[in-house]
């Protein structure tokens, strides 16, 4: 029998949405969550217990893209999926995302939930949704002020961990060339899956040091063997050997690629494989934008060191041949950004702009002296007119310079100069803007 609460609220969730959409203000998500977080939490426990199958994605970075790649999979095999298409990974987006899902009666309408989770939030969440697969893409120091040091996310999971496995029979997957993140599944007892990609250490993502000598056993351990930027063959469980080809930028999203693969690979085996194919961009993770002068701009969301470094490196992969490339730097240090933005200064830009020509260089957002700054500390030859806050000011001069551009942006900063871009140009909907 459902919960009296469990109809009213999801009930309130949808006059709410479907109100807010109506008067243009958002999609009314926030309040009825934010009951929930406060008062209601016990909800979500009922609700969750009636899916066949809950997926969980965490993890610094790669959230995002891994859980839209598995969403694809599924939904192209026929499957309806209950999942944060819009993002929101803290426990009220995440409630409001469940709550909608729900009948009038307040029974499940898609019976699979595939949820991307923020880190903190994990060993919160996972006390009343029980996954039966936790997917863990690897661990970077973050802003400092959301997040602390790296060893009080590593803590998140292990308790996460803890906590999910108590519950029901739990498969974990893990990225197994990030030796710091390894940490946290060391006492894990239950099917764990290592997912890596054969690479030269220069190309792998700049994982953080482990001091510990950490011996994991896998139930299964698979590795890609990267063929090009864009695609990478896998051997699976059943010794058959596919080649995936992505269209999305740069080695990370081979590993959000490969993990998002092998998950579904459990469930639908070979047609596992077109939909990672067929995967387009999503919101700043290299979403690319056709110009009115026949010229492209791609967008990219950069929150921490480690997500810049990885976008720097394909920026210049791409671009080698190339005698310059054309930049925007937006950032802002609103809430939902991180108020901390020292890790400006911990991103390899002086790498990349003594090897990288550039043509034209601006930067804007809340803090983009602050970045004009680290620019100038790289060598840059910048003079202070290269900063703007007017972002219709920068999208007049992008498409007066009638070349390609690469805008990376926090993550506010991305939402205001796409909705620029938005009011210029035709655009599909965000709807998978994580952070």
């Not at 050997?241 to 740069?250: A, E, F, V, W």
Request: charged share 20%; proline share 3%; with cysteine.
């Amino acid at each position: 029998m459902i919960d009296w609460k469990i109809r009213i609220i999801s009930n309130l969730a949808k006059i709410l949405a479907s109100t807010s959409k109506y008067l243009g203000k958002g999609s009314g998500t926030a309040l009825p969550g934010l009951i929930v977080e406060r008062h209601f939490l016990n909800i979500l426990k009922p609700i969750s217990e009636q899916f066949e199958e809950i997926i969980l994605i965490s993890g610094t970075n790669g959230k995002t893209t891994t859980r839209a790649i598995l969403v694809d999979i599924y939904e192209k095999n026929g499957i309806s999926v209950c999942t944060n298409r819009g993002g929101a990974n803290i426990i009220r987006g995440i409630a409001s995302t469940l709550l909608l899902n729900l009948d009038k009666v307040g029974s499940v309408s898609s019976r699979v939930a595939i949820l991307e989770v923020e880190e903190a939030s994990l060993p919160k969440l996972v006390k009343y949704i029980a996954p039966d697969t936790l997917v863990l893409t690897n661990i970077f120091r973050d802003q400092l002020d959301a997040y602390g040091e790296i060893d009080q996310t590593i803590n998140y999971f292990k308790k996460a961990i803890e906590i999910a496995q108590a519950s029901k029979t739990l498969k974990l997957f893990v990225n197994a060339d990030d030796s710091k993140l390894l940490t946290s599944v060391e006492d894990f007892k239950g099917e764990l899956y290592g997912f890596g990609l054969n690479l030269p250490e220069a190309k792998k993502p700049d994982y953080e040091d482990n001091d510990e000598n950490t011996e994991i056993k896998y139930t299964e351990k698979f590795t890609g063997y990267s063929v090009r930027s864009n695609s990478f063959q896998v051997v699976t469980s059943d010794n058959l050997i596919h080649k995936l080809t992505s269209r999305l930028p740069g080695v990370y999203n081979q590993y959000n690629s490969l993990a998002a693969f092998l998950v579904g690979y459990l469930r639908f085996t070979v047609m596992a494989v077109q939909p990672v194919a067929d995967f387009k961009p999503v919101f700043g993770r290299g979403e690319e934008i056709s110009l009115t002068n026949s010229k492209t701009l791609k967008l990219f969301l950069i929150k921490n060191p480690a997500g810049f470094n990885q976008v720097l490196s394909w920026i210049r992969d791409v671009n080698i041949n190339k005698s310059y490339v054309n930049l925007a730097f937006l950032i802002n240090d609103n809430i939902a950004d991180g108020r901390d933005v020292s890790w400006l200064w911990y991103s390899d830009l002086e790498s990349f702009c003594a090897n990288q020509p550039t043509k034209h260089v601006f930067t804007g957002g809340s803090r983009g002296f602050d970045m004009l700054l680290r620019l100038e500390y790289t060598g840059l030859n910048v003079t202070g007119n290269e900063n703007t806050s007017d972002y219709n000011l920068l999208y007049q001069k992008i498409i007066e310079s009638n070349e390609d551009f690469v805008v990376l942006a926090s993550y506010t900063a991305l939402l205001e100069f796409r909705k620029v871009l938005s009011s210029n140009l035709q655009l599909n909907d965000i709807t998978e803007r994580g952070n």
